[in-house]
């Protein structure tokens, strides 16, 4: 048995006093398989400055496929 990446989204939590208890979190489907961490904070810190907010957290998260392997 092995596990196969069937899809991936990046989940941000911006920070800001006007957000209920200060924090408002946003996910984005559909991310890349390849993509980079770097990039997805890069991505994350863009929408927080567009949004006058801070960058508080990055999740990747990842749904995988167990599949079985043939002998």
């Known amino acids: 048995m092995k596990f196969e990446l069937t899809e991936q989204s990046i989940q941000y ?5 006007r957000y209920t ?3 408002k979190s946003r996910m984005i489907k559909n991310v ?3 993509a980079a961490a770097a ?12 949004q006058e907010d ?3 957290d990055v999740i990747l998260v990842q749904k ?5 392997v043939a002998e």
């Open 39 to 50: 990039d997805l904070k890069k991505v994350g810190q863009a929408i927080a400055g567009l």
């Open 64 to 68: 995988q496929r167990v599949i079985e």
């Open 13 to 17: 939590t911006f920070g800001n006093k």
């Open 32 to 34: 890349k398989k390849d």
């Open 21 to 23: 208890n200060g924090l």
């Open 54 to 56: 801070s960058l508080d």
